[in-house]
Structure formats: structure tokens, C-alpha cells
């Protein structure tokens, strides 16, 4: 017997992708007492979130087969309030060692639901003869700024991150339960490959441009989760409210820009959207990186967020759309060099800001814009009509 919310096969999809990042999101506005409870430097700090990736790496390269013999309804019920477990066994952690070790499990229910939810978009945006991949993504921005929302009160309120994050993990099994307790997983999109999926998801040539494409905004982005709230308070000294305040902020502009980003695909082409977005992302970066002000940092990061918006949803959009192999093999290939470089970017960027200074940790992404922009012709050049939802 299925229980809660009867909703269109859309909503359904952006309810997954809110809660699957309100559940991520809660973490990032307390990194900065996770790291004064361990009193270790940002090095450190850094090089334990690296257990989330190893996990969502060996998760995004052997999952999807998996996946598909359990059934994505059973995967999802079961993997978005696991996650929320894991997250609060995590923080438990007294050193960064431990931090490590269980984040991993974090990371492997990462790259599962990572694979879920975007397949599950990108099947339902097939059904329903529109574009709702951007959309999509907008809401998991929205989850991720509701989290930062949170997460910036409850530390302004004191209470511990262990308290915090266990706190949370009834919160989003009910939001489960409600939101996603009469999913049905969308049918399989017509007329694309249908070989046997291979163990691995190796990345073709096409591929590989798509990353480099999505490189400076999945790094930025994380950059933006893991270090903004520390770079408030080492570089401005701010209250701890601010400090999450800005993780919060990029999320909030990247889901605003997301959720209407659709229109402005279709209107002009995956290709000019990029490149606005990127160049945005580049000037985000650059006032975070000159910042003599909080609301110049602030301004900053808001501006990251609106750059980082569209970009790793189009380049999902154009993998899944590929019809040289099937659709779970080349969203898995994207999401397992991309989305690691969300999670194991910022951690290297930690000891960029161990050794240079946390500005540096920012700065260095100016490179990586340009390399999106150059390679941001893998998007495509022509306008994609379709009905909005």
C-alpha cells in the first residue's frame, strides 16, 4: 500500500531533488564548528570531505546495473532518508580520520541518487514533451537553500552539529514518505540505445568535452558549499547567521536563475546561456576573490550562484539526449567525473587556502572559466522548442 501526497509525474521529480539536497545541504553552514570541534586547519578539513567523493565515485562507476535490478522506486525510498542517517553519523566524528571514513557511505548514496534523479528528470521531460531538466535542478537549489537557511539559524543558535544533523534525520524520512510515497519511476525514453549497460561508465570523447564544460561550475559550486561560510568568518569575522548565510545565498540565486532557465534555453540556445552564465560565474568569482567588504563577498557569491545555475543541467540534458549508448551509462559517465568535482574540487581547495590563504581557494577558478567557455560548443548552438511546464 502506497502512502502520501498524490502529485503530477513532474512535481514528484522536483520533490526527489529537493529532498535529496535539503538532506546534503544542512552539513555546509556547519563546517565551520565541525572544524573548530577537531581543531584542525583547513588542509585537513578539506582532505576528510574527500571520503564523500571516493564514495560517490565507486557509486556513480558501479551503481547504475545495480540500480536498475532493485527498481528506482525501492532505490529512492530507501537511499534519500539513509543519506540523512549517514550525514548524522558523520559529524560524530572526533577527528578528521573519522570524518573521512564515514563520509564515504555518505558519498556512495550520493552517486546513487545522483543517477536517480536525473534519469528520472530527463524520462519524465520525454514523457511530458517539455523541458523540466533545469527546473529540476532549480528545486534542488531550493532544497540546498532551505538547508543553509536552517543551518545558519541553528548555528547562530548554538546548537551542536551532532544535534543538528540527527535532528534532521526524521525531518526528511517524513518529507519521504509524503513527497515520494506513491512514486512511480517514469518509463524509459524511446527510440535511444538499448545495449546492455556496461559495468563501467567510461567516458566518450563527447563526453569529455561536456565535463570540461561543467568543470568551473560543479568546482565553484563546491567551492562556494565547503568554504563560504569559512571564508566569512576568517576573512570578515562575521556572526555565525552570516557565515551560513552565504551558503545559503548561492544556492537561493542559482535556484531563482534555475527555474526560469528553461525559457531563456529555448528562447536563445544552450550555447549563449552558457557563456553568460559562465561569464557571471567569472565575475562572481573575481569580487569574492577582491572582496574588502562582507557585502562584496556576499554580492559575489550571489553572483556564483546565478553562473553556476545552468550549466551542469544543460550538459545533463545533452549526455542523456545522446543516443551513441544508453542514457544511464552516458548520465553516469558525466555525473561521475563532474559531480566528483564538486565533491573532491573544494577539498583540494583546502589546501590551497591552507598554504595561500582561503581567497586563493576562489581565485583559482578563474582558469577553469575559461576553459568552460571554450569548450561550452559540446551544449549546442541552436534554440530547443518546447512547451514550458
Given at each position: 500500500m502506497k502512502f502520501g501526497l498524490v502529485l503530477p509525474p513532474q512535481m514528484r521529480v522536483y520533490a526527489a531533488f529537493f529532498l535529496y539536497s535539503f538532506c546534503m545541504g544542512n552539513l555546509y553552514p556547519r563546517l565551520p564548528a565541525i572544524q573548530l570541534a577537531m581543531g584542525v586547519q583547513e588542509g585537513a578539513l578539506g582532505l576528510s570531505l574527500i571520503g564523500a567523493s571516493v564514495g560517490t565515485l565507486v557509486s556513480l562507476t558501479f551503481a547504475a546495473p545495480i540500480i536498475d535490478r532493485v527498481g528506482h522506486r525501492r532505490a529512492i525510498l530507501t537511499l534519500i532518508p539513509l543519506l540523512s542517517v549517514f550525514y548524522a553519523i558523520a559529524v560524530t566524528?572526533?577527528?578528521?580520520?573519522?570524518?573521512?571514513?564515514?563520509?564515504?557511505?555518505?558519498?556512495?548514496?550520493?552517486?546513487?541518487?545522483?543517477?536517480?534523479v536525473n534519469l528520472e528528470a530527463d524520462r519524465t521531460e520525454h514523457a511530458l514533451g517539455r523541458r523540466i531538466m533545469n527546473r529540476a535542478h532549480a528545486f534542488w537549489s531550493f532544497g540546498f537553500f532551505a538547508a543553509g537557511l536552517v543551518g545558519a539559524l541553528v548555528a547562530q543558535a548554538g546548537v551542536p552539529p551532532t544535534?543538528?544533523?540527527?535532528?534532521?534525520?526524521p525531518v526528511i524520512g517524513l518529507g519521504t514518505l509524503l513527497f515520494l510515497g506513491r512514486f512511480n519511476p517514469a518509463p524509459h525514453r524511446t527510440g535511444g540505445n538499448t545495449d546492455t549497460a556496461p559495468l563501467l561508465a567510461r567516458p566518450s570523447l563527447a563526453i569529455l568535452l561536456l565535463v570540461c564544460v561543467t568543470l568551473s561550475a560543479m568546482i565553484m559550486e563546491g567551492a562556494g558549499a565547503d568554504w563560504s561560510?569559512?571564508?566569512?568568518?576568517?576573512?570578515f569575522m562575521v556572526e555565525p547567521f552570516v557565515a551560513g548565510f552565504a551558503v545559503a545565498l548561492g544556492a537561493g540565486t542559482q535556484a531563482v536563475m534555475r527555474y526560469f532557465a528553461d525559457g531563456f534555453v529555448e528562447r536563445y540556445s544552450p550555447l549563449v546561456v552558457s557563456r553568460v552564465l559562465l561569464t557571471l560565474l567569472g565575475i562572481g568569482t573575481l569580487l569574492v576573490f577582491f572582496a574588502v567588504h562582507p557585502a562584496?563577498?556576499?554580492?559575489?557569491?550571489?553572483?556564483?550562484?546565478?553562473?553556476?545555475?545552468?550549466i551542469f543541467p544543460l550538459a545533463m540534458s545533452a549526455a542523456a539526449q545522446r543516443t551513441d549508448r544508453p542514457a544511464a551509462i552516458n548520465?553516469?559517465?558525466?555525473?561521475?567525473?563532474?559531480f566528483v568535482a564538486f565533491l573532491l574540487g573544494p577539498p583540494l581547495l583546502g589546501l590551497i587556502a591552507q598554504t595561500f590563504g582561503i581567497r586563493w581557494s576562489f581565485g583559482i577558478g578563474l582558469p577553469l572559466v575559461l576553459l568552460s567557455l571554450v569548450a561550452a560548443g559540446a551544449l549546442g548552438s541552436r534554440p530547443i522548442q518546447h512547451k514550458l511546464d
Open positions: 566524528a572526533s577527528g578528521p580520520v573519522g570524518f573521512f571514513l564515514l563520509l564515504v557511505p555518505v558519498g556512495v548514496a550520493i552517486g546513487a541518487i545522483e543517477i536517480i544535534l543538528h544533523l540527527l535532528a534532521m534525520v561560510a569559512i571564508y566569512m568568518r576568517d576573512v562584496m563577498a556576499l554580492t559575489g557569491f550571489g553572483l556564483m550562484g546565478i553562473g553556476t545555475s545552468a548520465v553516469a559517465a558525466l555525473a561521475q567525473f563532474s
